[in-house]
């Protein structure tokens, strides 16, 4: 059973990508594939100086990802750019597990519908939780108000999401409602 996971920015993507794990999933987290890519890709870092430039750069000469950010998402151009160089280093690693045998495979994708990648799995969830509730999360996490905004604007409304996902999950509880929640679907689907 090949499951792809997603959800509003926000929404607990990540938690539930965990509890997937911790109930005995096989999971590929493409946030981390991303962080991975960025820290150790020569090849990847040296594409995106060349298309961004060295102001990308932290004081080590790292790939700086909060300036990164700020450089492609006001423009749509330098995003789908950004894309193209990242996203099918991510989709080879994970369609190389879809490749093997794993009684569940969890895939996070946050832009699994926008992309048009769920025919590539037997069940899509998506993470959902209150609009409140979301903001508070991003807020937390150091974002501000505009940069919600932007965000959200990058993305199908999380209601396209729900309509479209075969399984939704709500956090807007404890982490333990959501870990209960995670346990049902894996009950479900290994049934199957």
């Known amino acids: 059973m090949n ?5 509003g920015l926000g929404c607990g993507k990540s938690t539930a990508l965990a ?5 005995g999933a096989v999971t590929v987290d493409t946030d981390a594939l991303v962080h991975d890519f960025l820290r150790s890709d020569e090849e990847l870092i040296t594409e995106l100086r060349e298309a961004f430039g060295d ?3 932290d004081a080590q000469g790292m790939i700086d990802r909060s300036k990164l950010a700020r450089k492609v998402f006001n423009n749509s151009e330098a995003l789908a750019l950004l894309e193209s ?22 895939v996070e994708i946050p832009l699994l519908f926008e992309k048009e990648l ?3 799995f037997s069940l899509t ?3 959902s939780c209150d609009p409140e509730v979301q903001h508070k999360r991003l807020k937390a996490k150091g974002m501000s108000n505009s940069q919600i905004q932007q965000r959200k604007l990058r993305q199908l409304s999380l209601d396209d ?11 807007n509880g404890s982490l333990e409602h959501l870990r209960e929640q995670v346990g049902h679907v894996m009950r479900q689907t290994c049934e199957h």
């Open 19 to 23: 509890f997937f794990r911790e109930a």
């Open 125 to 127: 969830v998506c993470l």
């Open 55 to 57: 102001e990308i750069l």
């Open 85 to 106: 160089l990242v996203h099918p280093r991510v989709r080879s690693v994970w369609m190389r597990k879809l490749g093997e045998s794993h009684p569940v495979l969890v």
């Open 161 to 171: 999401k729900m309509r479209r996902a075969d399984i939704i999950l709500y956090n």
């Open 3 to 7: 499951i792809g996971l997603t959800g």
């Open 118 to 120: 769920q025919e590539n």
